[in-house]
């Protein structure tokens, strides 16, 4: 039975993502439930050939991205007085954008996932993103697929 | 924005599409919805029974009468399908059985109904479990012209 309690919205700032937002919005305001916001970063890579950045480094660096990230996450947010309305959790993971989606639908628990159809690379002749596609294939819940 | 006002289920009356119809039919109790359950009675089992090559020999009359009984069979076995769902009476809920290709159908629906939410589990009556996503499914996520909800 689908009354979503816990719904999760992985974002990429772009527009395509914001549509997805907002449905997830609007339907979390109609169910009462929790929205879960969140963005995947792609890891730094330490080393490139044998040029390796220091650790201290990379943890700087780290959490700048992880700062910049979590403003652009309050911004999109903004956008959409509903999120007022609505308790919403945003959080920041790095690694494979699908992989990070599913491990955080797990680990939250998840009933439902509000997915845009493209992201910030899709090109419209494919018509499903890569992260979208893998989303709908591996969720445990029910996914919705927006356009 | 969505408030769905016209939901669509396709069905192949699997146990995976109850899940689904189970679940349509909660949001649209919940948003006050119509529900439009759909079967497609696939054309190929049309098309193979008059294909020039098929050495059943078979007139253009008796492949009609077949059809007529696939649809009326199929009309049935939607109806039983519905009746298993005491909420289907509380919900505006059409019935409709049509010939074509599956996919096809389910997406020209859409666009003629003008429905605004499809549910449709991820999986039907050939789905093999390792695919995870059916043909009908995939090729519905793909071409629909609104949000679709893949029921697991």
């Avoid at chain 1, 937002?21 to 044998?50: F, H, R």
């Avoid at chain 1, 939250?108 to 159809?117: F, K, P, T, Y």
């Avoid at chain 2, 190929?44 to 008059?50: G, Q, R, T, V, Y």
């Amino acid at each position: 039975m689908l009354k979503p309690t816990k719904i999760l919205v992985p974002t990429d700032f772009s527009e395509h993502s914001d549509k997805a937002l907002k449905q997830g919005l609007d339907i979390a305001k109609q169910y009462n439930a929790e929205v879960y916001l969140l963005n995947v970063v792609a890891p730094i890579e330490q080393c490139i050939i044998d040029y390796c950045i220091p650790d201290a480094s990379i943890k700087g660096i780290e959490e700048n991205v992880k700062k910049t990230a979590l403003e652009n996450l309050t911004k999109q947010l903004d956008k959409f007085p509903l999120s007022k309305e609505v308790k919403v959790t945003t959080d920041i993971k790095f690694g494979l954008p699908y992989d990070e989606i599913l491990k955080e639908a797990e680990r939250v628990g998840i009933d439902l996932i509000v997915i845009a159809s493209l992201g910030k690379s899709g090109l419209a002749k494919y018509l499903i993103g890569g992260v979208a596609r893998n989303v709908l294939k591996s969720a445990k819940c029910p996914v919705l697929l927006t356009k | 924005m969505l408030k769905p006002t016209k939901i669509l289920v396709p069905t192949d009356f699997s146990e995976h599409s109850d899940k689904a119809l189970k679940q349509a039919l909660d949001i649209a109790s919940e948003y006050k919805a119509k529900v439009y359950v759909l079967h497609v009675v696939h054309e190929k089992i049309n098309s193979a029974l008059s294909d020039d090559y098929s050495d059943i020999s078979i007139t253009e009359k008796e492949v009609l009468k077949f059809h007529k009984r696939m649809m009326d069979v199929a009309k049935e076995r939607l109806f039983k399908q519905v009746e298993k769902f005491p909420k289907s009476k509380d919900v505006k809920l059409i019935q409709m059985v049509v010939s074509g290709v599956p996919y096809e159908e389910i997406l020209r629906q859409q666009e003629e109904l003008g429905i605004d939410l499809i549910v449709i589990a991820s999986l039907g009556r050939t789905g093999i479990a390792r695919f995870l996503i059916g043909g009908v499914a995939r090729n519905v996520l793909r071409g629909a012209k609104c949000p679709v909800l893949l029921t697991k």
